[in-house]
């Protein structure tokens, strides 16, 4: 059991690091910032589990029990959910708090207490927003979606290392730098195909989609051991009429992806542009981190930046120009 004393103590403090990353400036607590914050918090304790993915399914089921509450289990409009990108870097912000709360907390209690903190914060949350007009079923459901999403950006940025590893340095003679070219151009990819029939498909001039998206490969890398820094873009073209990228790798990749993200029912090009994006940057930890590294990360970062960015802007061109039909994604 925990200390009496030092556990309420680190429950409090959790609580308040919760509202003090949630809160905005003129308008308080965003609770949709502090939900996302605690998908990640969870999705992070459950990784604790030998079987995350069914510890979750347990946390679901007894939030919903001891909450008396069900999920809202309607259909969910365009805004329900923030995009892949966002929920990824929110998520990952209550991650990094979990791990940071991890160090004191497993010394005082376990992984199971914790878990009853995280259900009595989220039970206390929803109501206090039910009682403001916010459903608590609303609640549930964001939590839950946001816990299953980025349980999948997770397993499936592992699953698909190992599947680059098995599948293409082992049967296809990859080098282990083009995994990580095929990886990231493989995100740019998918990120070209959820842009197809958008606003920005032909505005060449917006780069938004494509930075959110090299963030998430370089938080991945660097919180792998790459060291930060302002080179990832060094030596890349500057015009969009660059490379189309290492198309050779993403085609060979591709139908392996395709199979994988079918079996696990991850059916959005934009998350599967997320977790290709977390894989590249595990597999460029690999082969640009420690104090040894296999590259250089001055020559590995911008490798793995360029492919993603070619790849992305040589299939948005072809879209606009209707050169192109878009693949359908399983």
Known sequence: ???????????????????????????????????????????????????????????MIRLSEESGRTPYDGPLGEDYLPPSKVLDFETERGRMLARVFFE????????????D???????????????EGLRYEDS????????????AYEISAQELCDLVIEKMIATSEWQIA????????????????????TAIAADFNNDEPLD??????TREAVRYGVPAGSDWRFGLAANDGASPGPVELVDALEPHCTSFFSAISLTDPNDQAVACAK???????????????EMEPIIAKPLAMAAMVESCKALRMLHATGLHETRPVL
């Open 1 to 59: 059991m925990p200390n009496t004393e030092t556990a309420p103590e680190l429950a409090a403090q959790l609580q308040a690091s919760l509202h003090a990353m949630s809160f905005v400036e003129g308008r308080g607590t965003d609770t949709m910032q502090i939900t996302l914050l605690l998908a990640g918090l969870a999705v992070e304790t459950m990784l604790l589990f030998d079987e995350p993915d069914q510890a979750m399914e347990v946390f």
């Open 279 to 293: 894989a590249a940057g595990r597999m460029l930890a690999v082969i640009a981190g420690g104090d040894l590294p």
């Open 212 to 217: 959110s998206l090299a963030a998430v490969m």
């Open 140 to 151: 549930l459901r964001l939590l839950f979606e946001s816990m299953t999403r980025a349980m």
């Open 104 to 115: 004191d907390w497993l010394e005082c209690g376990n992984e199971r207490e914790f878990v």
């Open 178 to 197: 083009e995994t990580v070219s095929g990886l990231s151009a493989m995100a740019g990819r998918k990120l070209a195909i959820s842009l197809c029939g």
């Open 117 to 131: 903190l995280l259900m009595h914060l989220a039970i206390q949350s929803f109501a206090h927003w039910d009682q």
